[in-house]
Structure formats: structure tokens, C-alpha cells
């Protein structure tokens, strides 16, 4: 019983820790929401092979959304105009290196990791996002056809 009191008791403590900068990361994530409206987000994310997946990446570092998350704001971005590289990059940058996941690998790890973590997380990312829109299909939700095939 005592081993389950001492996990709790630190996973408070890494709670505790970790609670200011999730609450910094909210706020950070509440300003580029402010700042960045849809239209701005096809004109940078939609054009283009290698631009739109490092600008998409780059957007997704300082938001604090877990993998679980970031596949609604993924599909959104999608949605709005982005092509698939850039919405495959954010998908993989925001919860690999967020600014909640740095505060929790500056807890747990040493520094040197803390800083190595984001930058392999970033260069995954944008290198993810390339080969997505050099080698990949570009998908859309045609149903056009579908509508054709179903009218009688």
C-alpha cells in the first residue's frame, strides 16, 4: 500500500510542477487563436510543397494539444485549405513538441534532452510533411459521384 501512496504522491507533485505551464501554454494557444483567422491560414498553408508543412510545423510548436487532440485541429487546418503535408506536419509537431511536452521533459529529463526532443520533433514533422506532398496523394471528399449513383 505504501508503494501506491508514493506514486500518487509524486504524480502530484509532477502535477504540480507541470501546472504553470500548461496554464502558459493555454495562453499562448488563446493568442494564436486571436491572431490567426481562417483565410490567413489557407493563404499560408494551402500553396506550395515545402513552405506551408515548415510554417505548419511552426504553428504547431507552442499549442498544447495531445496527440489526441490535435487530430480535430489537424482536420480542421485540412478543412480550411491546408494540404496534406502541412496538416500531417502539425499533426506530428504540436503534440511532439508543445509547450506543455517541453515543460514535462524539463521535469523529467535533463536539459540537453529538453532542447534535442522539439528539434527532433520538429525536423520529423517538416520531414514527414515533405515526403507527404512529394510522394503522397492529394485526397478530397468528392461525392459527386456518389449522388449521381444514388438519385434514381
Not at 32 to 46: E, H, M, P, R, T
Not at 50 to 58: E, F, N, Q, T, Y
Not at 116 to 143: C, H, K, M, W
Request: aromatic share 12%; proline share 5%; hydrophobic share 50%.
Amino acid at each position: 500500500m505504501s508503494i501506491i501512496y508514493e506514486i500518487l504522491k509524486e504524480s502530484w507533485h509532477i502535477y504540480l510542477d507541470v501546472a504553470i505551464y500548461m496554464l502558459f501554454g493555454f495562453f499562448v494557444a488563446g493568442i494564436l487563436y486571436v491572431f490567426f483567422k481562417a483565410d490567413k491560414i489557407k493563404q499560408y498553408l494551402g500553396t506550395g510543397k515545402i513552405k506551408p508543412v515548415i510554417l505548419a510545423a511552426l504553428f504547431g510548436i507552442p499549442i498544447p494539444l495531445c496527440s489526441c487532440g490535435v487530430v480535430p485541429v489537424a482536420t480542421g487546418l485540412k478543412k480550411q485549405g491546408a494540404n496534406s503535408g502541412a496538416a500531417l506536419s502539425f499533426m506530428i509537431a504540436t503534440p511532439e513538441s508543445g509547450v506543455d511536452s517541453i515543460a514535462v521533459s524539463w521535469a523529467m529529463l535533463d536539459p540537453i534532452m529538453t532542447v534535442i526532443r522539439p528539434v527532433a520533433g520538429f525536423i520529423t514533422a517538416v520531414s514527414t510533411g515533405i515526403a507527404q506532398n512529394f510522394l503522397g496523394n492529394e485526397y478530397t471528399s468528392d461525392t459527386s459521384s456518389i449522388k449521381k449513383k444514388t438519385s434514381g
